[in-house]
């Protein structure tokens, strides 16, 4: 499946809260940052942003050094945990938002289903206080992508992953060759 036919039922959501005047534009993206980020990805995510990052030239060392940045600063490959169990899903500040521009640079056929679905849903608000994620969006998303649990899998026994989600920078460092 196409990465756009692929996230197209979060992508309509997302235009028809745009058409009604609730978007992003001009909020200063703290779901990007470490106050509400926490984005993790699939394989499938993390292959088709991969993809796109090297058909555009910027899988490099670059973007492998501000990965690498990210993933120290907020202890991403650490495990964290209360004795009892281990908590996975940690708050950062995704290495794609730059604070130069608002929004994000990443088109949306290959942004992460969770950044797709994490909308405003207010015309005034414009600092996140009335953004949150659609987990119905995302369940009808699932739904319609009826082959992904088998791409899933096929794609972390090629590549020898062990993990189903994970963080964004920890996936991505994932495909970059020793």
């Known amino acids: 499946m196409d990465p756009y036919l692929r996230r197209k039922v979060i992508i309509d959501r997302m235009n028809e809260l745009e058409s009604s005047g609730k978007d992003c534009k001009g909020c200063s ?22 993809d796109y990052l090297k058909a555009k030239n910027l899988f490099d060392n670059e973007l492998k050094s501000r990965l690498l940045v990210t993933v120290s600063k907020y202890r991403l490959d650490q495990a964290v945990g209360d004795g009892k169990r281990s908590f996975l899903r940690r708050t950062y500040t995704c290495p794609f938002f730059n604070h130069k521009e608002l929004g994000c640079p990443l088109p949306r056929e290959v942004k992460p ?27 009808a998303r699932e739904a ?9 899998q096929k794609i972390k026994t090629e590549n020898s992953l062990y993990w189903d989600k994970t963080p964004l920078p920890l996936a991505l460092l994932a495909f970059f060759e020793p």
């Open 29 to 50: 993206g703290t779901c990007c940052t470490y106050e509400a980020n926490s984005m993790m990805v699939t394989p499938i995510e993390a292959v088709e942003l991969v």
């Open 113 to 139: 289903f969770g950044c797709l679905a994490f909308n405003a849903h207010d015309l005034e608000k414009k600092a996140g206080e009335f953004c949150f994620s659609e987990e119905k969006v995302l369940l």
């Open 144 to 152: 319609a992508s009826l082959d992904e649990a088998a791409l899933n």
